[in-house]
């Protein structure tokens, strides 16, 4: 039987209106962080908050791999978005580099990254909005 989990616990959860990122507010001093951290990187406060950062983002620019990594085939694309509550992310993407623009409005889905035993790991990616591939 094949189960689910997490890449890493905390980087997201379902909702009833879909997946959502999870991120830290410091509540010494309002930085948004992704992924959350024990720690503020701004203030060192450790007092950190658990929000939603949201499912939607706007890409800033990206870029198809052709060297494999880890377990990643090459030809995958990775770029920069930035979420809706403003926090700028890594991701990996669900569309070929080539067909994005900056400025394309960006969907979150979290997807299998590989299999691991009985295990399927679990992680986040964008999608342009408008569900091209």
Known sequence: M?????LRPGL???TSGGPTLLAGRCTACGHIEFPRADRCPQ???DAQKEIDAGDRAELLCATTVEIP????AAGYTVGYVILSCGVRIFSQLASDAAVMAAGSSMRLEIVPLWQEGDDQVLSYRFRPEGGAD
């Open 2 to 6: 094949t189960t689910s989990r997490p």
């Open 43 to 45: 203030c060192r406060a």
């Open 12 to 14: 997201f959860r379902q």
């Open 69 to 72: 990594s880890g377990r990643l």
